[in-house]
Every structure is written in structure tokens, then in C-alpha cells.
């Protein structure tokens, strides 16, 4: 999961889904059902934002599941996100993906970072 995380989101090789099965579910409401329509948003994502990248910070796995906390970025200037991203894996291919998204604040109530 951590190579095909790095190879996809940070390299931008596309050719790394080739680990999602073709019937992948999708939870997150901006990306559609399936492994080519994933292809495709991000294919478009990646040209429109040629500076992203999604730094995995920690993970764990339980049965088939694996959850990454990641702090994405686009840019160095950019503060970015915190996301945790879920993933049901079945036979070595993704099925499903979940993830939970926050911006970093500029500013926060404690001195405790986001990760």
C-alpha cells in the first residue's frame, strides 16, 4: 500500500493503479466508482497540480484494512491537509477507499500539530 501510495501521489505514476481492482468503490464524493474513472480525475489532477504531494506520516492495518495519515501538500508554500485515508484491500488489489480531510490552520488552539 505505501509503495503504491508513494508511486501514485507523489511521483504521479499512474501506471501504480494497477493494484485497484476495476470494480473499486469509491466513498469519497468528488471521485466516481471504478478504477478508470479514478485514473482519470487523477490524471487531471496530477496536470493541474504538478507540485502535489502526500507525505504518509504513520499507518496501521487491521484484516483488510490499512489506514494512512497523510499531510498533503501543493507546493511549498502550501500549509495543506491532514487526511486519513482508508483502504479494503481483497486478493493484493484495493476494493474500497474512504478518507477523512481537514485543512491545516495557520493558527491553532494548542501547540499540538496536526501529525
Do not use: C
Not at 509503495?3 to 470494480?23: G, L, Q, W
Not at 496536470?47 to 494512512?68: E, H, M, Y
Not at 483502504?87 to 490552520?105: N, S
Amino acid at each position: 500500500m505505501v509503495e503504491f501510495y508513494d508511486r501514485f501521489f507523489n511521483i504521479h505514476d499512474i501506471e501504480a493503479a494497477a493494484v485497484v481492482a476495476d470494480e473499486y468503490r469509491q466513498h469519497n464524493p468528488e471521485v466516481p466508482d471504478g478504477k478508470k474513472p479514478l485514473v482519470s480525475f487523477f490524471t487531471g489532477f496530477f496536470k493541474d497540480n504538478p507540485q502535489s504531494k502526500a507525505k504518509i506520516v504513520r499507518s496501521s492495518a487491521d484484516g483488510d484494512l490499512v489506514w494512512l495519515h497523510v499531510h498533503a501538500t501543493n507546493g511549498t508554500d502550501d500549509r495543506g491537509q491532514a487526511i486519513v485515508d482508508i483502504f479494503r484491500v481483497k486478493d493484493g488489489k484495493i476494493v474500497e477507499h474512504w478518507d477523512v480531510i481537514q485543512a491545516v490552520p495557520k493558527e491553532a488552539a494548542n501547540k499540538n500539530t496536526m501529525f
